[in-house]
């Protein structure tokens, strides 16, 4: 057995707690040759096995009950090439470890989202975004991968050696096979500046194609029984010259944003008829502000109040539409929805399993407080993205399948074909890439 095995039971759940496993064994490799030798016993044992990361996905993607490798101590170098603004780390990486990295070397992402808990490999292989209408995903941002295939092969993935392969690889589900490093096309380090403010959803969407282009970055959050929506920009400055408060930010990230409205979930979920009053209340706890600071900074806040949630890639013609049936779904629901609706946008990108793969997206977020009913509401929504063309996002709630699937990306058939070659015992896999990518 590989010396990484840890030989125990063990048990394992996801951030948002609504999934759960308990593996035969547990593998933590500390280098390259560790996640080889245990690929390979595996195959040769007729064992399934899962790389897992930070837990921040809330479908079932990480979920086994053979074996579970974390990546958590996996090394390896971490290569700077500070004038070609290149950075190679270990898949394991946090995106929060890999952002204070990159800040001391004077570099940054080009974009992110809000939440830095994430590995890095499970990040890209999730298709993980953040929101500007002319930038993608965090996958766009890879140059290269290292890939430990189901074969025991390890395997460069770039653009130069194989621009189909790295095409394939950049979000793959952790279906082609464990990676161990990742490598990316960094920036210079950035400043932003966001601006947050109340509107009217009707005034917000009448805008819409004047707001995206005319900043950076744009989100907008609406809050379920209203007609009121918090939007968020963020555009790229000379100078940190608005830093926010440190009172400001402990009052309205971490009182209002988190201790408060936690327990006004709380209350919510105990009393569900006073949902609308507590979805009204918080529309207005949140005033307008302006700040400035260095891009990580801006892009991530802390998220303490525990949810699940679903989200879908929309063709952006196709956002009015979807928050208008949104709408009709909550009114509707017996259950009471407590958390805002949240609504991003990507540009178009070429990655055969991206969300944007070959067009310009609007993402709809929808969300519940842990706890509380959430299927009805999911799967209401759901009917409504798929018939207009939506894509799920790999790693949060849905209900789809590999033939409802297939049609919505062009390259599907030749991602499978990949994973016949890097994976043909399909010791990666199990019940939901059995599910989203055919048994």
């Known amino acids: 057995m590989p010396r990484s095995d840890l030989a125990v039971r063990s048990g394992w759940s996801n951030w948002a707690g609504n999934q759960r496993a308990t593996a035969r064994s547990v593998y ?40 579970r490798m974390e990546l958590d101590a996996l090394g390896g170098d971490i290569r700077i090439d500070r004038e070609q603004r290149l950075v190679t780390v270990p898949a394991g990486m946090t995106l929060r470890a890999l952002n204070a990295l990159l800040a001391a070397e004077g570099l940054a992402l080009p974009n992110l989202g809000d939440i830095d808990a994430q590995t890095i490999s499970g990040a890209i292989s999730t298709g993980t975004h ?29 653009a130069d050696r194989d621009p189909d392969l790295l095409a394939a690889a950049r979000v793959s589900l952790g279906a082609l096979g464990v990676i161990v490093d990742v ?59 608005r830093p926010l408060p440190a009172w400001r930010r402990r009052r309205d990230d971490e009182f209002l944003s988190n201790t408060v409205f ?75 929805i ?8 990507t540009a178009a990108d070429d990655i055969w399993l991206s969300h944007s793969h070959g067009r310009e997206s609007a993402y709809l977020a929808i969300h519940q407080f842990v706890g509380a009913p959430y299927q009805p ?37 030749d991602f499978l074909a990949v994973r016949d070659r890097l994976d043909p015992h399909r010791v990666f896999a199990n019940d939901y890439l059995d599910r989203v990518l055919g048994a």
């Open 338 to 345: 407590l958390f805002p609706v949240e609504v991003r946008f």
């Open 183 to 241: 490598t990316l096309r960094c920036v210079d380090a950035f400043v932003l500046r966001a601006d947050e403010r109340p509107a009217r959803l009707e005034t917000v969407l009448a805008g819409l194609p004047e707001l995206i282009t005319g900043h950076d970055h744009v989100e907008f959050y609406w809050f379920p029984y209203t007609d009121r929506v918090q939007v968020k920009t963020n555009d790229r400055v000379a100078a940190d010259d």
């Open 377 to 413: 509401y999911f799967t209401a929504f759901e009917q409504v993205a798929r018939e207009l063309g939506g894509r799920p996002h790999w790693g949060k709630l849905h209900w789809r399948d590999a033939a409802s699937l297939a049609p919505v990306y062009p390259r599907f058939a």
């Open 130 to 158: 953040g929101t500007g209408a002319a930038l993608g995903g965090l996958a766009t941002f890879v140059e290269a991968l290292t890939l430990v295939t189901g074969t025991g092969e390890t395997l460069v993935c770039a």
């Open 262 to 336: 936690a327990g006004a979930c709380r209350l919510g979920r105990a009393v569900p008829s006073l949902a609308p009053t507590i979805s009204a209340v918080s529309a207005r706890a949140l005033t307008a502000r302006t700040y400035t600071g260095p891009s990580h900074t801006v892009f991530c806040t802390p998220r303490r109040v525990r949810f699940t949630e679903m989200e879908y890639s929309l063709p952006r013609a196709a956002l009015g539409e979807a928050l208008t049936a949104l709408r009709r779904i909550v009114d509707g629901l017996p259950d009471r």
């Open 28 to 67: 933590r490799p500390t280098d390259v040759a560790d996640v080889v030798e245990t690929v390979r016993t595996a195959v040769a044992q007729g064992q399934r096995i899962r790389a897992v990361g930070s837990g921040h996905s809330f479908t079932d993607i990480a979920r086994t009950d053979q074996c």
